[in-house]
């Protein structure tokens, strides 16, 4: 995983734009370059088809909805239950049609190709994307929140 400082600083100022950036909210640039990786599962940048990575050929594609994926990344690491996720995945999905409808007119066939892809993409985080959602019991939260928290004197 990773990007850029100035990708992830670009894709950061665009998620706060966004009607849903709840994750993105607060972190630091050099976080979300550390954890983020734009649209695509982590394996991708494995898996090469001609010496090309999925990752690649996943932001060539849809790389148009990096902007809603930084905060699903970071929804995903968040973690939580099985209503998180589903409130992470709705987000994510929200956000790109956003993207989607903002960017291209409604005359414009990207419009609604773009419009169709994140349903696809949707769909495909619901099935496949247990895999990688930090699944976390509430005491887990509220272990990490107390140690989050500063000292007292």
């Not at 894709?11 to 370059?33: K, M, Q, T």
């Not at 494995?46 to 996943?58: E, F, K, N, P, T």
Request: net charge negative; charged share 30%; proline share 2%.
């Amino acid at each position: 995983m990773g990007l850029s400082i100035s990708k992830a600083k670009e894709l950061r100022d665009a998620a706060l734009l966004l009607p849903r950036h709840e994750h993105v909210r607060g972190r630091s640039i050099g976080y979300i370059a550390q954890h983020c990786n734009g649209v695509g599962a982590e394996w991708m940048a494995h898996a090469r088809i001609d010496g090309v990575s999925l990752l690649d050929l996943a932001n060539l594609v849809y790389g148009w909805a990096n902007p809603a994926s930084i905060d699903h990344d970071l929804g995903y690491l968040d973690g939580g239950d099985w209503e998180d996720r589903k409130r992470v995945d709705d987000a994510f999905l929200e956000n790109c049609r956003y993207i989607a409808k903002k960017n291209n007119g409604w005359w414009s066939i990207t419009r609604y190709r773009r419009l169709r892809q994140a349903e696809h993409m949707y769909r495909l985080l619901r099935l496949f994307g247990w895999t990688a959602f930090n699944h976390r019991t509430t005491e887990d939260r509220l272990d990490d929140e107390y140690v989050s928290e500063p000292d007292e004197l």
